[in-house]
């Protein structure tokens, strides 16, 4: 059964830091790219940031760009979203999810497989 963990979101002040963790269990994780979304009431998930585990390539979206970082570590089966200089407009419920990574191209669409979501509320 493959499974996607999040944790580490939470309430914090604009201008500070999180850093979100997925764990994966139950696929090749080398063999996928994760990446993370967002959603917050009424919209469709928006997506964040994505990595390859297959090259390392990474992704972000223009409003995160130069304040979020992605990172994986291959031996944990875990992809990492530190979130720096948050703002409150990044409150929503963040997702990672696991597509299979094809080489040579953007992979993070979320048609594989989902987490559950950690909220992340920045308060102003």
């Known amino acids: 059964e493959v499974r996607l963990v999040e944790s580490g979101g939470g309430l914090v002040q604009a201008g500070g830091s999180l850093r979100l963790s997925c764990a994966a269990s139950g696929l090749t994780f080398d063999d996928y790219a994760i990446g993370w979304f967002r959603q917050v009431p009424g919209k469709d998930h928006e997506g964040v940031s994505c990595?390859?585990?297959?090259?390392?390539?990474?992704y972000y979206a223009d409003s995160v760009k130069g304040r979020f970082t992605i990172s994986s570590d291959n031996a944990k089966n875990t992809v990492y979203l530190q979130m720096n200089s948050l703002k409150p407009e990044d409150t929503a419920v963040y997702y990672c999810?696991?597509?299979?990574?094809?080489?040579?191209?953007?992979?993070?669409?979320?048609?594989?497989?989902w987490g559950q979501g950690t909220q992340v509320t920045v308060s102003s």
């Open positions: 990595i390859s585990n297959s090259d390392g390539s990474t």
């Open positions: 999810a696991a597509d299979v990574d094809y080489s040579g191209r953007y992979n993070c669409h979320g048609e594989g497989y």
